[in-house]
């Protein structure tokens, strides 16, 4: 098994342009998540989804979308990208509430 | 949502000594609590959780312990190796997510 694996690994992009970053798990796990982390910030949930077709939001969703078509996948989208949003994105899956998360490798993301 | 405080945010010990690390949560209904250890350059990995109804797990030379009472639970790792050398995140439940600690940078030198 794979895992939980994200593409691209690093991505530079300028003030304004648009990108999606996917995820993907073969873990067969109904709970995705994405979080960002900056130095001294920890994680930070940015948007969950506890099922396919269903989506929430976390603690920082401004300025990101996300979709859950597939079960196995869970994509990310910044539609205008800003200066602030240069971090580290990780995806993460789970079984279910109360269940250890899987972290993917994690996308390099610069926005200038 | 809940509240989770780690401590401390640096440690450093000499192979072969034990490390421990702190959590604080704030919410008494809280029933798991995972660790993570995240290496440079990857993404955290699950090292050990533990469930409200135990006070104590242990996993080769990592254990976890709970104190229900005082809603706070801590990382202890003994005979401490350089490849323990990472950052940990304790985490405990908010909804239907985690809340994650700020990180504890462990440094395991020779």
């Known amino acids: 098994n794979a895992g939980v694996t994200q593409t691209p690994k690093f991505r530079v992009l300028k003030t304004g342009q648009s990108m999606t970053l996917l995820c993907a798990q073969d873990?067969?796990?109904?709970?995705m998540y994405w979080y960002r982390q900056d130095p001294g910030m920890g994680l930070r949930l940015i948007h969950y989804s506890v099922g396919e077709g269903t989506t929430a939001k976390g603690e920082v969703p401004d300025g990101y979308n996300v979709s859950r078509l597939k079960k196995q996948n869970f994509l990310l989208g910044l539609e205008s990208a800003a200066p602030s949003q240069t971090s580290v994105y990780f995806c993460?899956?789970?079984?279910?509430w109360g269940y250890g998360q899987f972290f993917g490798p994690g996308t390099r993301l610069t926005v200038l | 949502g809940e509240n989770v405080e780690q401590h401390p945010s640096t440690l450093s010990v000499q192979e072969g000594d034990s490390a421990v690390i702190k959590c604080t949560y704030s919410?008494?209904?809280?029933?798991?609590f995972p660790w993570y250890k995240q290496e440079l350059g990857k993404g955290p990995q699950l090292i050990i959780d533990i469930r409200s109804n135990v006070g104590e797990k242990k996993d080769q030379r990592i254990a976890v312990t709970l104190n229900k009472t005082a809603k706070h639970f801590s990382l202890h790792i003994t005979e401490t190796q350089p490849e323990d050398s990472a950052v940990y995140f304790c985490?405990?439940?908010?909804?239907?997510?985690?809340?994650f600690g700020k990180g504890t940078s462990l440094l395991v030198t020779p």
């Open positions: 985490a405990a439940p908010s909804g239907y997510a985690l809340n």
């Open positions: 873990m067969n796990h109904e709970y």
């Open positions: 993460a899956s789970s079984y279910s």
């Open positions: 919410d008494s209904a809280s029933n798991y």
